[in-house]
C-alpha cells in the first residue's frame, strides 16, 4: 500500500469547531466524490482532541504545538497512485482539492508526504 500523510495546520482565523465542521462535512465528501479519478482506495480524517492532555504532554517533553489533525489516503499500487495523479481527470480533482483545502487549512504549517506501508501486525 501506498500512503500519503497529511499533517493539517488549520487557518487562524477558522475556529476549532468551524474546522472540523467544514473538513469532515464539506471537504470528506469532496475527496470521496473525486476518490475515482485520483485513484485511492481509503482516506480517514483524525481530528485532534484532548487540547488539555496534549499541552500537558508538550510541557513536559518541550515538543512544538499539535497539529489539528491528520489526513491519511491510500492507493493499492504505485501504478494506481501514478494513473490518479496523472490522468486528465485526476489532475481535475486534484485541483478541486487543493482550492477547497485553501479554505480552511494553512499550507505554511502543515506537512505532506508520501509513505509505503509495512505491516508488523494487524
Known amino acids: 500500500m501506498i ?7 488549520k487557518r487562524d482565523d477558522i475556529d476549532p469547531d468551524s474546522f472540523y465542521r467544514y473538513w ?3 471537504h470528506g465528501p469532496l475527496v470521496k466524490s473525486v476518490a475515482e479519478a485520483i485513484g485511492a482506495s481509503r482516506y480517514l480524517q483524525s481530528h485532534t482532541i484532548l487540547p488539555e492532555l496534549n499541552e ?3 510541557e513536559s517533553r518541550g515538543l512544538q504545538a499539535p497539529y489539528d489533525g491528520v489526513t ?3 492507493w493499492e499500487t504505485m501504478s494506481a497512485l ?7 481527470a485526476g489532475l481535475e480533482a486534484q485541483g478541486k ?3 477547497d483545502e485553501a479554505r480552511f487549512i494553512d499550507f505554511s ?4 508526504f508520501m ?3 509495512h505491516e508488523i501486525f494487524s
Not at 501514478?82 to 486528465?88: D, L, P
Not at 504549517?109 to 505532506?112: A, I, L, T, V
Open 3 to 9: 500512503k500519503l500523510v497529511y499533517y493539517l495546520t
Open 24 to 26: 469532515l462535512e464539506e
Open 56 to 58: 500537558l504532554m508538550i
Open 72 to 74: 491519511e489516503v491510500w
Open 82 to 88: 501514478e494513473q490518479g495523479m496523472s490522468s486528465a
Open 97 to 99: 482539492l487543493i482550492e
Open 109 to 112: 504549517r502543515s506537512r505532506m
Open 115 to 117: 509513505t509505503e506501508e
